[in-house]
């Protein structure tokens, strides 16, 4: 009888031992494909051109500019809600459609931060999913596209950056359009140059000093730049242009425009000059020469003839002030 309740003992430690071994099992493998064992509420996903250091659109009260949207995805039914600067947006949320795709509009925003953004999802079963972003600046975000990528990358010193670019802040995006970013892969977010000056070589010299001098032309506004590069043009052909008010001062733009590429020019020189002197030392040496020279920049041209205006129902990735390429 003893033996018996020994072995019954024995048998039910060993199962659950084997059942622990299999929770385990389990929770591992989903840890690895991503998996929500106790959950099935995803998290709420955002494009890159919505991180950490990114630069909002500011509200200038005209009709192309008095919201800034903010845009994600999350499960259907949801409801989204966005905290920013000690306002929610909306004040009442609904619920996300079939898609899961929401937008929802900022409004009233003046240049200023940084600040900090909250976006919190509510499921139908009451469960509450949170994301804060940091950094956040509201001023003026430019697109800059096209050739405008080309030429070889600033390499400013640490100390240049760090008493410049306190204000700006840079984005490459693959395109314009929202769908490249809902279909496309991860992307790297908004860089703060003197923050990380390392990251400034992902961008192009005319890029880097546009910025540079559109902060030093408007001090108190903090400035976005999104560079694009040549291959995604087509996605500027859904925009139409807005007359410009005659009174507008775009002076200070053109002037930024061209000093951005005189000291992109200037980069460029230097770096030819380099490459040459390098190309006459490896053929002195009898080496083969495998490097290509730096390219040229190209000179930004601004859209005189009046500023991008967005199509009703166009989806374009933010609000932003212009576009020059």
């Known amino acids: 009888m003893n033996r018996f309740h020994h072995n019954q ?4 430690k060993q199962a659950i031992a084997t059942s622990c071994r299999r929770i385990k099992v389990l929770l591992l493998i989903g840890s690895l494909m991503g998996v929500r064992i106790f959950s099935s509420h995803a998290e709420i996903s955002l494009p890159s051109c ?45 619920k996300t459609p079939k898609s899961g795709q929401w937008e929802i509009p900022l409004s009233k925003l003046k240049p200023g931060g940084p600040y900090h953004l909250k976006i919190t999802s509510r499921s139908s079963k009451k469960k509450l999913t949170t ?18 990528d080309r ?3 600033p390499n400013p010193s640490r100390k240049h950056v760090s008493a410049q670019s306190s204000g700006l802040r840079l984005f490459r995006s693959p395109g314009l359009t929202r769908d490249i970013h809902l279909s496309g892969g991860n992307q790297a977010g908004w860089v703060f140059p003197s923050g990380n000056p390392s990251e400034i070589s992902r961008f192009s010299g005319v890029t880097y000093y546009f910025g540079l001098k559109l902060v ?11 560079e694009i590069p040549l291959d995604r043009m087509e996605d500027y052909k ?12 775009l002076s200070p733009i053109n002037d930024a425009a061209d000093v951005a590429w005189t000291l992109a020019y200037r980069d460029y020189s230097h770096a030819k000059a380099a490459y040459e002197k390098e190309i006459t030392e490896f053929q002195s040496q009898g080496r083969v020469v495998d490097k290509k020279p730096p390219t040229s920049p190209h000179r930004p041209v601004l859209l005189k003839q009046g500023i991008p205006d967005l199509p009703k129902g166009s989806k374009v990735l933010v609000n932003f002030r212009g576009l020059i390429w």
């Open 131 to 148: 994301k804060t972003l940091s950094d956040v600046m509201v001023g003026d975000v430019w697109i800059l596209g096209g050739r405008l």
């Open 238 to 249: 859904g925009l139409r242009m807005v007359k410009i008010d005659p009174d507008s001062n």
């Open 50 to 94: 919505f991180s950490d250091h990114m630069v909002l659109q500011q509200n200038d009260g005209s009709r192309r500019l008095n919201t800034s949207l903010i845009w994600g995805q999350a499960d259907p039914g949801d409801r989204i809600q966005i905290e920013f600067n000690g306002k929610k947006y909306p004040r009442f949320p609904r």
């Open 151 to 153: 030429g070889v990358p």
């Open 9 to 12: 003992s024995h048998n039910g």
């Open 216 to 226: 030093e032309y408007s001090p108190g506004i903090p400035i976005g730049i999104i």
